[in-house]
Structure formats: structure tokens, C-alpha cells
């Protein structure tokens, strides 16, 4: 396979996860929480309890929502792209560790989706993203 070729793929593939990833984020994770106000705000920042944070449960319940809604939109179009992974990661290392010390579970879930979200901290958007369009100075990692 020619370079360009497997590079067009990958780049494709990487749209495809994204979209894919980003829009549950959003449309199955994100919204019900952001829409759900400081009331549900609230019940979700009680989960970090779980890593030993008790104060301010409204801000990180918000957080979370924030984390899901806003970074799966950032994830679906490549904007902020590696630090919405990184929100995503602590979100759901977070969920794996409430889910695990409640004997849910439903652990696995939160664990893959944070695999995903670190390793596309790594990958990147690809080339298929709007960031492209922006001129952000470029660091590597």
C-alpha cells in the first residue's frame, strides 16, 4: 500500500472514530447531564467522593457535563482536540473508579472509553479535522 494511500485511511478511520465517539458523548452522555442543571450537577459531582473529593459537588458534576458535552463536540470536529481526550480520560477514570468501588459492574465501559480518549491524546484528529483551519501554534508531543 502506497504511503499517501495508508495515511488517507488513517485518516479517515480517525473521522470515523470521532464522530462516532464524540456524537454519543454528546447526544448519550453530555446533553442529559448539561441540560440537567445543578440538581443533577450535583448528583454526578458526588462521584468524586469515590477519589476523595467531597467539596463542590455542583462545579465537578458541571465538569463532567462540560467534559462530555463540550469535549464531544470538540472530539467531533478536531477542535481542542487533545485537551478534550484529556477531560474525557480524567472523566471516565473517575466513572471506572466510582463503578469499581461500588461493585456495579459496569466498569468496563468507563475504562475502554478512557483507553480510547488517552490514546487519541496521542494519535490526534487526523488531517480530516477544523483545527486545521485555525492557526494555533503547533506543539508537538
Same mark, same amino acid.
Given at each position: 500500500m502506497k504511503p499517501e494511500?495508508?495515511?488517507?485511511?488513517?485518516? =479517515?478511520g480517525l473521522l470515523m472514530l @470521532?464522530?462516532?465517539?464524540?456524537?454519543?458523548? *454528546?447526544?448519550?452522555?453530555g446533553w442529559p447531564k448539561i441540560s440537567g442543571g445543578t440538581e443533577r450537577w450535583a448528583e454526578d459531582g458526588k462521584t468524586m467522593a469515590y477519589v476523595g473529593i467531597t467539596f463542590w459537588p455542583v462545579f465537578w458534576g458541571f465538569m463532567a457535563a462540560f467534559a462530555e458535552f463540550v469535549g464531544g463536540?470538540?472530539? =467531533?470536529?478536531?477542535?481542542?482536540? @487533545?485537551?478534550?481526550?484529556?477531560?474525557?480520560? *480524567?472523566?471516565?477514570?473517575?466513572?471506572?473508579?466510582?463503578?469499581?468501588?461500588?461493585?456495579?459492574?459496569?466498569f468496563a465501559y468507563p475504562i475502554e472509553i478512557g483507553i480510547v480518549a488517552l490514546a487519541l491524546i496521542f494519535t490526534g484528529p487526523g488531517r480530516l479535522n477544523l483545527g486545521r483551519?485555525?492557526?494555533f501554534k503547533k506543539h508537538d508531543f
Open positions: 494511500t495508508k495515511r488517507a485511511l488513517t485518516d =479517515v @470521532r464522530v462516532g465517539l464524540g456524537g454519543m458523548f *454528546i447526544v448519550f452522555h463536540i470538540g472530539i =467531533v470536529l478536531g477542535l481542542a482536540f @487533545r485537551p478534550m481526550c484529556a477531560l474525557l480520560t *480524567i472523566t471516565m477514570a473517575v466513572a471506572a473508579t466510582m463503578h469499581l468501588s461500588t461493585g456495579e459492574g459496569k483551519f485555525f492557526k
